[in-house]
C-alpha cells in the first residue's frame, strides 16, 4: 500500500521540487519517487498539507544525558564558568534523569528530528536508545589534560564505550571514542583516540570561545583558571602560536571524519587549514549550534565567512543545559535571522542531507529519494526565500 503527500512545495533534502509535485512512500515511509499529480493517480488518495514536505532533521550534536540540566546553568557566563557551572550541578536521581531523557527525546521526535549525533560521557542515554526511536551515533567522550592520566582517562572512555557496544551486532558503526576539546586532552591521551581500531567518525568542541585560542596561541587566559578550579595544574602549558583548531587537526589519521562543534572563532585561516586536510583524506564538517553559542558565550560565528568558503556545514543544538530546546528547527530560525543571505536552501540541506552525509546514514536518510527511509516533516513558515520567526517543525510520518 502506497502513501501520497503533496504540500505547498517540497523539499527533497538537496532542492525544491517543481510545483505540484507528489512524494510516494509506502506505508512505512520508504520513498517510491515524487512524481507529478497526473503521474499519482487517484487525487482522493492524496494526504495534502500547508507548508513544507521536508526530510527528517539530523541534530549533528546533543548531549541527551545533560537533559535534566534545562535552566540549571545562567546564561550568558562564558565558556568557562559555563563549564564550572556543568561540573558542580549537584545530579538529580536516576529516576528523574531517565525522565528528561525521555522527554528531550520525545519532543525531538516531535519537532522532526530522525538522527542524533550523541556525546556521551556516561551510559545514562542506553536505556532510552534501546527503544529505536531515533538513530543515535554515540560520540563516546574522554577529557585529560595531564598526560600522566592518559592512560587512566581513555580506559574511563573504553568502559562507557563496552556498554554501549554490548547493544550493537557492530559496535564502530554507531560508537565512536572522540576527544571532548582541545584544551582538554593530551597528546597522549589524543593519540590513544585517534588509534583506536574502527574509529573513524569523530566529533570535537572546537574553537567555541576566543579563550581557547588564546590558550593556544599564547598559553594564557581563562582556561588557566578552569584548570586551577578543578585542581589540575596547567602551569606546564605553553601556547604554541597557532590556533586551537591548527594545533590538533594534524593529529587525527588518514581517512578519519571529524564533525568540528561550534567554530564561533573560527576564521579564514583556519578554513583554509581545514581545506587542507583533504589532502591527507581527513574530511571535516562544521557543526554549527547557534542557539548554544547565544546561550553561553552571546555571540556566533562568522556565518557569511563559513558560507561563502565551506560547503560541509551541519546542524546541531547542543545540550539543554546550554539551550532552551533541543529543536533543528530553532536553531535554522536563528541561523537565519543572522544571516539572510544565506539560502533558505541551503539551511535545510544543512539541516537533513548535509547531516546525514557527516554521520554516515545518507544511504538510508537525509533525502527524499527512492528506497531511503528519512522520515516526513512538515514546516510552517518556510518559503524557498524566508524562515519567519514563528516557522515550526512537525514529525508527520
Not at 540540566?69 to 563549564?83: E, I, S, W
Amino acid at each position: 500500500m502506497y502513501r501520497k503527500f503533496r504540500a505547498d512545495s517540497i523539499f527533497t533534502g538537496k532542492a525544491f521540487s517543481d510545483p505540484g509535485q507528489v512524494l510516494i512512500t509506502d506505508e512505512n515511509g520508504r520513498v517510491e519517487g515524487i512524481v507529478s499529480e497526473e503521474e499519482a493517480g487517484d487525487r482522493s488518495g492524496i494526504e495534502s498539507f500547508d507548508g513544507v514536505l521536508s526530510p527528517g532533521f539530523i541534530n549533528a550534536h546533543c548531549h541527551l544525558e545533560l537533559s535534566w540540566m534545562k535552566g540549571a546553568v545562567p546564561k550568558l557566563t562564558g565558556m568557562v564558568d559555563f563549564l564550572l557551572s556543568v561540573m558542580k550541578t549537584n545530579r538529580p536521581d536516576s529516576t528523574a534523569i531517565q525522565l528528561a531523557i525521555e522527554k528531550a527525546e520525545e519532543a525531538m521526535i516531535r519537532e522532526g528530528i530522525v538522527a542524533v549525533g550523541d556525546i556521551c560521557n556516561t551510559t545514562l542515554t542506553i536505556k532510552q536508545k534501546q527503544h529505536g526511536n531515533l538513530y543515535y551515533h554515540n560520540f563516546i567522550e574522554a577529557m585529560g589534560f595531564v598526560e600522566a592520566s592518559a592512560e587512566q582517562r581513555f580506559k574511563q572512555a573504553m568502559d562507557v564505550y563496552a556498554e554501549f557496544a554490548k547493544h550493537y551486532d557492530m559496535p564502530n558503526v554507531s560508537n565512536s571514542i572522540v576527544p571532548h576539546s582541545p584544551y582538554s586532552v593530551s597528546p597522549a591521551l589524543f593519540d590513544k583516540i585517534t588509534s583506536f581500531p574502527g574509529n573513524l567518525l569523530m566529533s570535537i568542541h572546537n574553537q567555541e570561545n576566543e579563550a581557547e585560542n588564546e590558550f593556544f596561541i599564547s598559553g594564557t587566559g581563562e582556561f588557566h583558571r578552569l584548570f586551577k578550579k578543578i585542581g589540575v595544574d596547567s602551569s606546564f602549558h605553553k601556547g604554541s602560536g597557532k590556533s586551537s583548531l591548527q594545533d590538533f587537526l594534524p593529529r587525527l589519521k588518514r581517512n578519519q571524519v571529524v564533525l568540528l562543534v561550534h567554530n564561533v572563532e573560527t576564521n579564514k585561516d583556519d578554513i583554509d587549514f581545514i581545506k587542507k586536510q583533504t589532502e591527507r583524506d581527513v574530511q571535516c564538517w562544521l557543526c554549527l549550534c547557534p542557539n548554544a553559542n547565544h546561550y553561553i558565550n552571546g555571540r556566533l560565528p562568522d556565518l557569511e565567512l563559513i558560507d561563502a568558503n565551506y560547503d560541509q556545514v551541519v546542524l546541531g543544538t547542543d545540550s539543554l543545559a546550554s539551550n532552551d530546546h533541543l529543536s533543528v528547527m530553532e536553531e535554522i530560525k536563528t541561523l537565519h535571522k543572522a544571516a539572510p543571505s544565506i539560502p533558505v536552501t541551503k539551511l535545510l540541506q544543512w539541516a537533513t542531507y548535509n547531516g546525514a552525509r557527516a554521520l554516515d546514514i545518507a544511504d538510508e536518510t537525509g533525502s527524499f529519494e527512492k528506497g531511503k527511509q528519512p522520515g516526513i516533516v512538515l514546516l510552517k513558515g518556510v518559503t524557498k526565500r524566508a524562515v519567519s520567526e514563528k516557522a515550526i517543525s512537525q514529525r508527520i510520518l
